[in-house]
């Protein structure tokens, strides 16, 4: 059986990574995450830096992020998404 598995943007990653990091995201959502880091060099960086930054704190909650550089690092990825798409 072969389930309808919509891509996932960097966006929804980035909101899912705590989730995911954690292992309370969906058997389902697990699967798109994986498959967009594996085609996705920004968010494999960024999913790194935040395993790096839970096995420094032991934790990672919504509110050990920064909205300031969630925001930054969305601008960069939207930046580098039109960068590729644009000619
Ligand atoms: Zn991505």
Known sequence: ????TPPM????????VTAYLDGSLP????????AHIAGCEHCTTYVEQMRETIEL?????????DPDARDELLSAF????EGRSGS
């Open 1 to 4: 059986m072969k389930l309808f």
């Open 9 to 16: 943007p960097c966006r929804e990653l980035v909101e899912l």
């Open 27 to 34: 058997r389902r959502d697990r699967r798109r995450f994986e």
């Open 57 to 65: 704190t032991g934790r990672l909650t919504e509110d050990d992020l």
């Open 78 to 81: 939207r930046g580098w998404s």
